[in-house]
Protein backbone atom coordinates (compact mmCIF):
# COMPACT_ATOMS: atom_id res chain seq x y z
CA UNK A 1 0.00 0.00 0.00
CA UNK A 2 3.17 2.26 0.42
CA UNK A 3 3.56 2.38 -3.31
CA UNK A 4 0.09 2.95 -3.87
CA UNK A 5 -1.08 6.92 -4.61
CA UNK A 6 -3.84 8.65 -2.80
CA UNK A 7 -6.58 9.22 -5.18
CA UNK A 8 -6.49 11.93 -7.94
CA UNK A 9 -9.24 14.27 -8.79
CA UNK A 10 -9.76 15.54 -11.93
CA UNK A 11 -11.72 18.19 -13.08
CA UNK A 12 -15.52 16.68 -13.56
CA UNK A 13 -15.96 16.86 -17.77
CA UNK A 14 -19.06 18.48 -19.54
CA UNK A 15 -21.00 15.88 -21.85
CA UNK A 16 -22.54 13.21 -19.69
CA UNK A 17 -21.75 9.62 -20.32
CA UNK A 18 -19.75 10.21 -22.70
CA UNK A 19 -17.30 12.51 -21.59
CA UNK A 20 -17.55 10.56 -18.00
CA UNK A 21 -15.79 7.20 -19.83
CA UNK A 22 -11.99 6.42 -19.31
CA UNK A 23 -11.05 8.04 -22.69
CA UNK A 24 -13.34 10.93 -22.35
CA UNK A 25 -12.34 11.47 -19.05
CA UNK A 26 -8.65 11.27 -18.66
CA UNK A 27 -7.34 11.23 -23.19
CA UNK A 28 -5.51 8.41 -22.46
CA UNK A 29 -5.19 5.65 -24.20
CA UNK A 30 -7.32 2.43 -23.89
CA UNK A 31 -5.47 -1.14 -22.82
CA UNK A 32 -5.83 -4.00 -25.39
CA UNK A 33 -7.61 -6.74 -22.26
CA UNK A 34 -9.49 -4.98 -20.03
CA UNK A 35 -10.31 -1.69 -22.01
CA UNK A 36 -9.71 0.69 -19.33
CA UNK A 37 -7.89 4.24 -19.69
CA UNK A 38 -3.87 3.22 -19.51
CA UNK A 39 -2.49 5.51 -16.61
CA UNK A 40 0.98 6.59 -15.61
CA UNK A 41 0.93 5.12 -12.09
CA UNK A 42 3.46 4.12 -10.11
CA UNK A 43 3.97 -0.02 -9.71
CA UNK A 44 1.78 -0.68 -6.86
CA UNK A 45 2.34 -4.41 -4.99
CA UNK A 46 -0.94 -6.69 -4.91
CA UNK A 47 -2.86 -5.56 -1.36
CA UNK A 48 -2.57 -8.70 0.51
CA UNK A 49 -3.33 -8.22 4.31
CA UNK A 50 -1.66 -9.78 6.84
CA UNK A 51 -2.67 -13.52 8.32
CA UNK A 52 -6.00 -13.20 5.87
CA UNK A 53 -5.65 -17.04 4.46
CA UNK A 54 -4.61 -18.85 7.50
CA UNK A 55 -7.79 -16.78 8.96
CA UNK A 56 -10.29 -17.20 6.46
CA UNK A 57 -9.70 -21.33 6.02
CA UNK A 58 -11.44 -22.43 8.30
CA UNK A 59 -14.58 -20.84 11.15
CA UNK A 60 -13.30 -20.89 14.56
CA UNK A 61 -16.89 -23.03 15.93
CA UNK A 62 -17.30 -21.61 19.76
CA UNK A 63 -14.72 -19.16 19.37
CA UNK A 64 -15.23 -14.94 19.01
CA UNK A 65 -16.08 -13.84 14.75
CA UNK A 66 -13.50 -13.43 12.89
CA UNK A 67 -13.02 -9.50 12.24
CA UNK A 68 -12.87 -8.75 8.72
CA UNK A 69 -12.13 -4.37 7.80
CA UNK A 70 -14.65 -3.02 4.40
CA UNK A 71 -13.61 0.12 3.16
CA UNK A 72 -16.81 2.15 1.91
CA UNK A 73 -15.41 4.95 -0.39
CA UNK A 74 -16.34 6.77 -2.78
CA UNK A 75 -17.08 10.87 -4.37
CA UNK A 76 -18.16 13.84 -2.26
CA UNK A 77 -21.78 13.23 -1.09
CA UNK A 78 -22.06 9.94 -2.74
CA UNK A 79 -23.60 8.52 0.78
CA UNK A 80 -20.91 6.93 2.21
CA UNK A 81 -21.50 8.44 6.29
CA UNK A 82 -25.48 6.71 5.35
CA UNK A 83 -24.39 3.97 4.28
CA UNK A 84 -22.11 3.29 7.81
CA UNK A 85 -24.98 4.53 9.66
CA UNK A 86 -27.80 2.25 7.90
CA UNK A 87 -26.46 -1.22 8.42
CA UNK A 88 -23.74 -0.45 12.27
CA UNK A 89 -25.09 -2.48 14.75
CA UNK A 90 -23.21 0.45 17.32
CA UNK A 91 -24.05 4.14 17.17
CA UNK A 92 -21.19 4.74 14.43
CA UNK A 93 -18.19 6.72 14.90
CA UNK A 94 -18.51 9.69 12.54
CA UNK A 95 -16.22 13.00 12.08
CA UNK A 96 -19.10 15.44 10.46
CA UNK A 97 -18.44 19.18 10.14
CA UNK A 98 -20.97 21.40 9.12
CA UNK A 99 -20.05 22.65 5.70
CA UNK A 100 -19.50 26.56 5.30
CA UNK A 101 -19.33 29.16 2.50
CA UNK A 102 -15.86 28.51 2.13
CA UNK A 103 -16.65 25.22 0.40
CA UNK A 104 -18.96 26.60 -2.49
CA UNK A 105 -17.65 25.76 -5.73
CA UNK A 106 -14.90 23.12 -3.81
CA UNK A 107 -17.28 20.47 -2.24
CA UNK A 108 -20.26 20.41 -4.59
CA UNK A 109 -22.76 17.35 -3.58
CA UNK A 110 -24.95 18.03 -6.43
CA UNK A 111 -28.00 20.21 -7.24
CA UNK A 112 -30.84 18.49 -5.46
CA UNK A 113 -28.42 17.12 -2.63
CA UNK A 114 -29.47 18.49 1.44
CA UNK A 115 -26.45 18.00 2.80
CA UNK A 116 -24.54 20.61 5.27
CA UNK A 117 -21.96 18.50 6.83
CA UNK A 118 -19.29 16.43 5.58
CA UNK A 119 -16.91 14.00 6.73
CA UNK A 120 -13.22 15.03 7.55
CA UNK A 121 -11.65 12.15 8.99
CA UNK A 122 -13.43 8.90 8.53
CA UNK A 123 -16.66 6.94 9.27
CA UNK A 124 -16.70 3.67 11.50
CA UNK A 125 -19.23 1.00 12.17
CA UNK A 126 -19.26 -2.73 12.97
CA UNK A 127 -21.74 -5.39 12.22
CA UNK A 128 -22.06 -8.81 12.97
CA UNK A 129 -22.63 -11.39 9.71
CA UNK A 130 -23.26 -14.37 12.14
CA UNK A 131 -21.26 -15.98 14.97
CA UNK A 132 -18.08 -16.38 13.29
CA UNK A 133 -17.87 -13.17 10.94
CA UNK A 134 -17.87 -9.79 11.81
CA UNK A 135 -17.74 -6.50 9.86
CA UNK A 136 -15.54 -3.51 10.45
CA UNK A 137 -16.69 -0.72 8.17
CA UNK A 138 -14.24 2.19 7.64
CA UNK A 139 -15.16 4.98 5.48
CA UNK A 140 -13.14 7.62 3.72
CA UNK A 141 -13.33 11.04 3.11
CA UNK A 142 -14.69 12.33 -0.26
CA UNK A 143 -12.68 15.50 -0.81
CA UNK A 144 -9.44 15.71 -2.98
CA UNK A 145 -7.78 17.46 0.49
CA UNK A 146 -8.39 14.41 2.46
CA UNK A 147 -7.25 11.89 -0.18
CA UNK A 148 -3.80 11.50 1.99
CA UNK A 149 -5.82 9.35 4.65
CA UNK A 150 -7.15 6.62 2.09
CA UNK A 151 -3.79 4.59 2.16
CA UNK A 152 -3.98 4.08 6.13
CA UNK A 153 -7.87 3.28 5.87
CA UNK A 154 -7.21 0.96 3.38
CA UNK A 155 -4.32 -1.17 5.09
CA UNK A 156 -5.26 -3.98 6.47
CA UNK A 157 -8.71 -4.58 4.75
CA UNK A 158 -10.31 -7.65 2.68
CA UNK A 159 -12.22 -5.46 0.35
CA UNK A 160 -13.78 -2.39 -0.51
CA UNK A 161 -17.36 -0.54 -1.25
CA UNK A 162 -17.16 1.92 -3.50
CA UNK A 163 -20.40 3.77 -3.68
CA UNK A 164 -21.18 6.09 -6.76
CA UNK A 165 -24.12 8.30 -7.49
CA UNK A 166 -25.50 8.04 -10.91
CA UNK A 167 -25.96 11.47 -11.59
CA UNK A 168 -22.15 12.44 -10.87
CA UNK A 169 -20.30 9.69 -12.24
CA UNK A 170 -17.13 11.74 -12.68
CA UNK A 171 -16.76 11.71 -8.86
CA UNK A 172 -16.12 8.19 -8.44
CA UNK A 173 -13.31 8.04 -11.26
CA UNK A 174 -10.56 8.28 -8.87
CA UNK A 175 -12.07 5.32 -6.25
CA UNK A 176 -12.07 3.05 -8.44
CA UNK A 177 -8.58 3.77 -9.60
CA UNK A 178 -7.09 3.49 -6.17
CA UNK A 179 -8.38 0.08 -5.35
CA UNK A 180 -7.58 -1.36 -9.06
CA UNK A 181 -3.96 0.31 -8.45
CA UNK A 182 -3.81 -1.43 -4.73
CA UNK A 183 -4.96 -4.76 -5.92
CA UNK A 184 -7.89 -4.53 -3.49
CA UNK A 185 -11.11 -6.61 -4.64
CA UNK A 186 -14.02 -3.85 -4.52
CA UNK A 187 -17.72 -3.87 -5.69
CA UNK A 188 -19.31 -1.00 -7.43
CA UNK A 189 -22.53 0.19 -5.44
CA UNK A 190 -24.68 2.60 -7.13
CA UNK A 191 -26.62 4.66 -4.38
CA UNK A 192 -30.55 4.80 -5.63
CA UNK A 193 -30.92 8.90 -4.68
CA UNK A 194 -34.52 9.21 -4.67
CA UNK A 195 -35.23 5.37 -5.36
CA UNK A 196 -34.23 5.68 -8.65
CA UNK A 197 -31.19 5.97 -10.92
CA UNK A 198 -29.86 8.54 -13.48
CA UNK A 199 -28.90 5.86 -16.00
CA UNK A 200 -29.28 2.33 -16.19
CA UNK A 201 -26.36 -0.32 -15.21
CA UNK A 202 -25.75 -1.14 -18.07
CA UNK A 203 -24.62 2.04 -19.31
CA UNK A 204 -22.98 2.69 -15.63
CA UNK A 205 -20.63 -0.19 -16.25
CA UNK A 206 -19.80 1.62 -19.60
CA UNK A 207 -19.14 4.77 -18.83
CA UNK A 208 -16.64 3.56 -15.46
CA UNK A 209 -15.18 0.99 -18.06
CA UNK A 210 -15.03 -1.50 -15.46
CA UNK A 211 -14.30 -5.64 -16.20
CA UNK A 212 -16.97 -7.99 -16.45
CA UNK A 213 -14.56 -9.21 -13.33
CA UNK A 214 -16.19 -6.28 -10.67
CA UNK A 215 -19.25 -6.63 -9.50
CA UNK A 216 -22.14 -3.56 -10.04
CA UNK A 217 -25.14 -3.27 -7.80
CA UNK A 218 -28.05 -1.28 -7.43
CA UNK A 219 -28.63 -0.41 -3.81
CA UNK A 220 -29.95 2.32 -1.45
CA UNK A 221 -27.37 3.66 1.21
CA UNK A 222 -30.71 4.61 3.54
CA UNK A 223 -32.04 0.85 4.11
CA UNK A 224 -30.44 -1.24 5.82
CA UNK A 225 -31.03 -4.61 4.33
CA UNK A 226 -30.31 -3.23 0.73
CA UNK A 227 -26.63 -1.78 2.46
CA UNK A 228 -26.23 -5.64 4.16
CA UNK A 229 -26.72 -7.30 0.64
CA UNK A 230 -24.09 -5.45 -1.17
CA UNK A 231 -21.76 -5.83 1.63
CA UNK A 232 -22.76 -9.39 1.28
CA UNK A 233 -21.20 -9.28 -2.41
CA UNK A 234 -18.50 -7.35 -1.36
CA UNK A 235 -17.52 -10.35 1.05
CA UNK A 236 -18.04 -12.77 -1.30
CA UNK A 237 -15.42 -11.46 -3.77
CA UNK A 238 -13.40 -10.88 -1.00
CA UNK A 239 -13.25 -14.45 0.13
CA UNK A 240 -13.25 -15.50 -3.56
CA UNK A 241 -9.71 -13.69 -3.78
CA UNK A 242 -8.21 -14.83 -0.53
CA UNK A 243 -9.03 -18.90 -1.20
CA UNK A 244 -7.62 -18.17 -4.28
CA UNK A 245 -4.76 -16.66 -3.08
CA UNK A 246 -4.09 -19.34 -0.90
CA UNK A 247 -4.18 -21.92 -3.77
CA UNK A 248 -1.42 -20.76 -5.51
Not at 10 to 15: E, H
Not at 74 to 100: H, N, R
Request: hydrophobic share 40%.
Amino acid sequence: MDSVRSPEWPVPPQGGLAANSAPGRYALAVGPVTGRAVAPVPDAQPHRPPGTTGVLAGRRNGKAPIPVKIVVAGGFGVGKTTTVGAISEIVPLTTEAVMTSAGIGIDEPGADSEKTTTTVAMDFGCVTIDQSLKLYLFGTPGQARFGFMWDDLSRGALGALVVVDSARLDDCYPAIDYFERAGLPFVVGVNAFNGRLAHDLDSIRWALAIGEQVPLVEFDARERLSVRDALLVVLDRALDRATRDGRA
